[in-house]
């Protein structure tokens, strides 16, 4: 079986990897560039296979991965779609809290602040930024039926999220993810977490609505765009009296 067509292109994805692993490398290539972008179709398997000059079976596996790993979505007898945060099966798919009874009401968010400063030092190192980089910070509310449960903090890169104000934040109706995708061209594909119990301080607690010192669970999550690069940095302070994090192992 033939390599992929480009000597430039095949020269970026390792030679001793499998085929269809430099074919899934590719592609990614060209999402990270814009070629398709979010919500879009794909050219189709016969296309790619075309292009690449490899089997139509080797494009299948690599757009499996791709499924697989959130990067694309099949859609039985529509084709292959950039997977985008829009998207109302993938749209919450970072947030977790789930409420006891099982409902499926979506949670209305409110913002406290929205501004640009020098990035903190555990900022900078978790971000991957220089000394001195401006991050924008976004303090925000969640609730669940007019009830405050998560407050967050989240940073930003200031480099790439020029123009983001709190007037914007405000005029979103769609999810967070979705405007970065779309108002910045940052996609955010995967996530790493930390969890750990802490007491509610004062503050927080009365943002959140809870006694000091009641028990809250602390996630934080840094958030990975293409080439793991970090680009998001969240800190979330959730009150789970009526509602648990659910997370699924395979």
């Not at 007898?77 to 945060?85: N, P």
Request: glycine share 6%.
């Amino acid at each position: 079986m033939s390599t992929p067509a480009t000597s430039a292109d095949a020269g970026a994805a390792p030679s001793f990897s499998p085929l269809y692993r430099q074919i899934k490398a590719l592609i990614t290539r060209s999402l990270e560039a814009g070629a398709w972008k979010p919500g879009e179709a794909i050219p189709s398997e016969v296309e790619l296979a075309q292009r690449f000059k490899v089997s139509q079976g080797t494009v299948r596996k690599a757009i499996d991965e791709l499924a697989t790993d959130n990067l694309l979505v099949r859609r039985q007898g529509k084709g292959t779609f950039v997977a985008t945060h829009a998207e109302a099966r993938v749209q919450y798919r970072f947030l977790r809290l789930v409420p006891d009874d099982g409902s499926a009401e979506r949670m209305t968010r409110r913002f406290l602040d929205c501004r640009r400063l020098r990035a903190p030092a555990e900022v900078t190192r978790a971000l991957e930024l220089k000394s001195g980089d401006a991050v924008v910070h976004v303090r925000r509310l969640l609730h669940f039926r007019e009830r405050p449960v998560v407050l967050d903090d989240i940073w930003l890169p200031g480099a790439l999220f020029r123009g983001l104000t709190a007037e914007r934040l405000d005029e979103w109706r769609g999810p967070l993810y979705g405007l970065f995708e779309s108002e910045f061209g940052v996609s955010m594909i995967r996530a790493e977490e930390k969890i750990r119990a802490v007491a509610a301080d004062e503050p927080c607690a009365a943002l959140l609505g809870v006694a000091v010192a009641a028990p809250l669970l602390s996630v934080e999550r840094v958030a990975f765009t293409y080439g793991d690069r970090p680009v998001e940095l969240r800190r979330g302070l959730y009150d789970t009296r009526d509602q648990y994090y659910r997370n699924e192992l395979s």
